[in-house]
């Protein structure tokens, strides 16, 4: 039921967002936009955002490190698989998958692994508000919030809040249940009370997994690092939104290629910041209304722009996707078994990111 719930919801979200979209633009110039891109450029684009895959295999390493190394070439697939879920599985279900493939093929807790997801989650959150830092330095971000928050209906505040807040209460309860698992696993308790007995005792069994899974936390190093890991995950996403605007001539809209690159990195930042929103597998609507809003915000034609988010969006899901259902087939495996045998694992994760993807 708290699924069918989920999923309804995330539904409405991406229908509005799509409404939106769709309501706001001359589609006939959406589609010469299509038609007259040069999907040349989509090779160099595709190669730059699993270059990012790339990136995220290392950093999810890392956070693995302290339960078991695993070999790159073993674990790149796990994190290939993973993203295909979260394209086509509803409430974030993806990240549960993950978990539990590389349990089953690493022998590690499915749940210590699903709390380093729930870390890079956090730390992907914490990247992109770092990058939007970074142009707001060069570009007017707060007349983009206020922008937004006019299209949408919503109050900047909000819209401030949806991104900024979870990301940094998620990661100060992450901190201090590393720091603090006696403490975390007690509050664990008075929360699993009203359960029955059976259930009380696996809750607080996957409780403990899931603390022990935290463990790279309790480094100031280690958390430094992770945050650098970060950084050219999404430095690689961003230079294929870069490379793809080209196609679409979007630097006529920028009076230098450097601006054009902060712009890149703005729209990144939001775009993948929308996805925190409750929404459809592939976080369909938000994507396409929050990245092609802040293009024609930064000057480029709203047909163009749209047409840009729509290709973009694509390109960002359907080789990944794709990808994963290739190794699941040469595993003999189908998207639908690991689904039923992973939903005890399940839990409700903060998005960043496009990663959904």
Not at 56 to 63: D, G, N, S, V
Not at 113 to 140: N, Q, S
Not at 144 to 163: I, K, R
Not at 272 to 281: F, I, K, Q, R, V
């Amino acid at each position: 039921m708290r699924l069918s719930r989920q999923f309804w919801l995330g539904l409405a979200v991406s229908l509005a967002f799509s409404a939106l979209f769709f309501y706001r633009v001359d589609l006939r110039k959406m589609a010469s936009a299509l038609a007259g891109a040069n999907y040349l450029y989509l090779l160099p684009a595709i190669a730059a955002y699993f270059a990012a895959v790339l990136f995220r295999t290392w950093r999810w390493k890392y956070l693995l490190a302290p339960m078991r190394p695993i070999p790159l070439a073993r674990l790149f697939p796990v994190v290939v698989v993973g993203y295909m879920a979260n394209n086509l599985l509803p409430a974030r279900l993806g990240e549960v998958v993950r978990s539990y493939y590389l349990g089953q093929r690493e022998g590690v807790s499915a749940t210590s692994a699903l709390a380093t997801v729930v870390v890079e989650r956090v730390y992907d959150g914490l990247a992109l508000l770092f990058l939007l830092a970074v142009t707001a330095l060069f570009l007017p971000v707060a007349g983009l919030v206020g922008q937004l928050s006019q299209s949408t209906h919503l109050p900047a505040w909000l819209l401030s809040a949806v991104g900024v807040a979870p990301f940094l209460a998620v990661m100060v309860a992450l901190v201090g249940a590393s720091l603090y698992p006696g403490k975390a696993l007690w509050v664990g308790q008075q929360l699993a009370r009203p359960l029955p007995l059976r259930w009380r005792a696996r809750a607080m069994h996957l409780g403990v997994r899931f603390i022990e899974g935290l463990h790279v936390l309790r480094s100031p190093r280690r958390l430094v690092t992770v945050f650098l890991w970060s950084l050219p995950v999404w430095l690689s996403e961003a230079a294929m939104y870069y490379v793809l605007a080209l196609s679409f001539g979007l630097e006529g809209a920028f009076a230098t290629l450097g601006m054009m690159a902060a712009g890149i990195l703005m729209v990144t930042a939001i775009s993948n910041l929308a996805t925190s929103l409750p929404s459809s597998p592939g976080a369909v609507g938000p994507f396409e209304f929050f990245g092609a809003a802040t293009l024609v915000f930064l000057g480029a034609e709203r047909g163009v722009a749209s047409a840009y988010a729509v290709a973009l969006h694509i390109a960002l899901l359907a080789p990944v996707t794709l990808a994963g259902l290739v190794y699941l087939w040469l595993e003999n495996l189908s998207l639908s078994q690991l689904a039923k045998r992973s939903q005890s694992q399940r839990v409700v994760l903060p998005d960043a990111g496009n990663d959904e993807r």
